[in-house]
């Protein structure tokens, strides 16, 4: 019998949970200040909604099987394809741009390494129905804010933004850079922080590119600054038109007072073949750990795969790397909430006062546990610490003779006020008062 999670999977014990629902909590309180709205699809899809967007290669990326119905199916790898799919159904019928996100499990048979498992969690959000720069930098301007949300600055995390547009424009500026050649200049753009600069030149000369063009591609993935960008595609085949659009994804991000967060990287390019216009990510400040979060603009994709041409910006954002980044900063959930109430019982007979205490308890609201066994009132208490109670109520004969109970703070330093009797008909309105005046 199998003891540990099949590799790439986890097991969330409470502490673990408690990181998680802090994260998809922040996720969604940031996602509706925005004015997106939740949705889901089905963990199980066809196989064609993949295969037909990636091709078959693709597959060997998948955890799919022939089901019972002699159906191709597949755990999905991603949440777009299931989007285009429901916004496709219902697009007459919703009022554009249409705001939506959802936190779906994720599934690829691929190797896993730090920052990469066979399953995660992944906040989605895509703004669909807008072409605008406006629309560009509202989202990024998302993401921005969840990390401001979980208390990252600057200093920790940075968006690196770039747009294909543009370096589009720029390559094009040789003549070389045409059709397939731009792809190909896009993949040797991609892949340059991993690759030593020989390897990249060689692959590139196999393409049959010129020192030239070699030359210019690698200064054109060096660009830092808006400024630079915009000298550049002066000489550019329409390189002005949009240079402005890029500079109005910039400078929104400035009037949004974020852009100390946003560095102009040229260098980015985002492997997806969809992409059709500003691509960013955002990694820690150290780039210690793979991307946080990456997306762009897919204006063809919903056209491809629904049937409805609308335009559409979007990224996704990892619960794994973010929990690593959160974690090294310090910036996890506090400790999980103790108890409220431990009912103890002094003696057997007073179990059955001791339960329909603990039940009008939790009728109150509070978080209540008593022992689910006779056990001394001493191994009670312990167990009342042990859980983090603020409170121990104390049941026994001779408190219910006279209608009382005893309540013990064990939060309250001065003895005289740490434990007093307290009427039972009015112990679980003093205890609910006193967690209200706690909390205020």
């Known amino acids: 019998m199998k003891t540990t999670a099949l590799p790439g999977f986890r097991d969330f014990y409470p502490d673990d949970l408690a990181l998680r629902s802090h994260i998809f909590a922040t996720w969604r309180s940031v996602a509706g200040r925005y004015g997106f709205e939740e949705y889901d699809g089905p963990p199980l899809e066809p196989l064609d909604l993949y295969t037909g967007k990636s091709g078959d290669e693709i597959v060997g990326q998948l955890y799919n099987f022939t089901d019972k119905g002699d159906r191709e199916v597949a755990l999905r790898p991603e949440m777009t394809p299931t989007l285009a799919r429901m916004v496709a159904a219902r697009a007459n019928g919703l009022r554009k741009p249409i705001r939506w996100f959802s936190i779906p499990q994720l599934f690829r048979y691929e190797r896993q390494q730090r920052g990469r498992l066979r399953e995660h969690f992944q906040l989605n959000c895509d703004l669909i129905g807008e072409p605008g720069p406006l629309g560009d930098a509202e989202i990024i301007a998302l993401a921005i804010d969840v990390m401001r949300a979980f208390g990252l600055t600057a200093k920790d995390v940075r968006v690196r933004l770039s747009d294909r547009r543009v370096l589009v424009s720029l390559l094009q500026k040789y003549e070389q850079f045409q059709g397939e050649r731009v792809r190909i200049g896009f993949d040797a753009i991609d892949k340059m922080e991993r690759l030593s600069r020989q390897e990249t030149v060689r692959r590139l000369e196999e393409a049959f590119f010129g020192p030239q063009e070699i030359d210019h591609l690698f200064r054109v993935s060096q660009l830092r600054t808006l400024p630079a960008v915009l000298d550049e595609l002066e000489s550019c085949p329409n390189g002005p038109a949009v240079g402005r659009t890029f500079a109005a994804v910039v400078n929104a991000l400035g009037d949004m007072g974020l852009a100390e967060f946003v560095d102009v990287d040229l260098s980015i390019v985002r492997g997806l073949l969809y992409y059709t216009g500003t691509v960013f990510e955002l990694f820690d ?55 409220d109430v431990f009912v103890a019982a002094v003696t057997a007979d007073d179990l059955p006062h001791v339960l329909a205490l603990a039940h009008e308890l939790r009728d109150a609201g509070l978080r209540v546990e008593y022992a689910l066994s006779v056990v001394p009132l001493r191994k009670q208490l312990d167990l009342a610490a042990a859980r983090r109670a603020r409170y121990a109520v104390v049941v026994g004969p001779d408190e219910r003779a006279r209608g009382e109970v005893v309540l013990r703070d064990f939060e309250e330093k001065e003895k005289a006020k740490a434990q007093r009797a307290v009427a039972r008909d009015a112990v679980a309105a003093e205890i609910v008062g006193l967690a209200g005046q706690a909390a205020s």
């Open 285 to 339: 400040a150290g780039r210690t750990l793979r991307a946080i979060c990456g997306g762009g603009r897919y204006d063809n994709l919903l056209l491809a795969f629904g049937g409805v041409d609308l335009p559409a910006i979007g990224f996704g954002m990892g619960d794994v790397v973010l929990a690593e980044l959160l974690k090294e900063r310090g910036l996890g959930p506090t400790a999980t909430a103790g108890l």
